[in-house]
């Protein structure tokens, strides 16, 4: 009889304990998921998502697979070279800003950085469907210009860029034989400004060129605009 009841005993509390464990197992699968939980509503908006659509979506650090190609439309419109607001002084905000943030160059050689980048006669840009004009002074060129692909280059930071090729159908016209666009994108995508290489050599010289990217923005802009969407949008 004795050892009848103390095998109940024995299953019973076999039987409490499982419940305990399952219990306790619940409760702490329960508490990990609401800790999960926790900490995804916590993360800033910020960070969740692009702070501004402005904002260059890679900023330099891609995968190459995701790189697409463009059509001349997502340059399309009336651009102006803001190599004059350097010279003027207009852009010495949008310097000083760079200078304290960064600290990496003195206001003085951000200025003869950017005057060597932002150099050109070439004051400006009108893309309309497959043409591009180029306008210096009281004069202009004209072409249409076919789709080259795009090439990816890996600069010594170690950061990367992409550049969008086209060249002249008629290379009788007298307009710069080959362009390329490069606009921090790498996807179709509207520009808000873009770096601009052209010549007559060949689309592998132009690649070559690091030091010279005259750059443009929408020509309805004004100074103070294009100081603050530097200073603000990128």
Known sequence: MKTEKKKRYTALGIFLLGAILISGCTQNKHQEIANKNSETSQIPK???????????????EFEEEDVQNRTLQDWSGDWQSIYPYLLDGTLDEVL??????????????????????????????????????????????????KYDGYKILTYGSGKKGVRYLFSTVDENSGAP??????????????????????????????????????????SDLSGADIVHDMLHHH
């Open 46 to 60: 910020e960070e969740s998502v692009p702070d501004h659509q402005h904002k260059h979506t890679h900023d330099g």
């Open 96 to 145: 000083k800003h760079k200078a304290e943030e960064k600290k990496d160059k003195s206001f003085d050689e951000y200025k003869e950085y950017y005057t060597t980048g932002y150099k050109t006669d070439t004051q400006r840009i009108i893309v309309e469907e497959n043409t591009i004009e180029i306008v210096k002074g009281e004069t202009s060129q004209k072409a249409e210009y």
């Open 177 to 218: 034989k080959h362009i390329q666009f490069s606009d921090h994108n790498i996807k179709p995508t509207k520009a808000e400004h873009f770096h601009l290489y052209f010549g007559d050599e060949s689309q592998d010289t132009l690649l070559k060129e690091l030091e010279n990217w005259p750059t443009y923005y929408k």
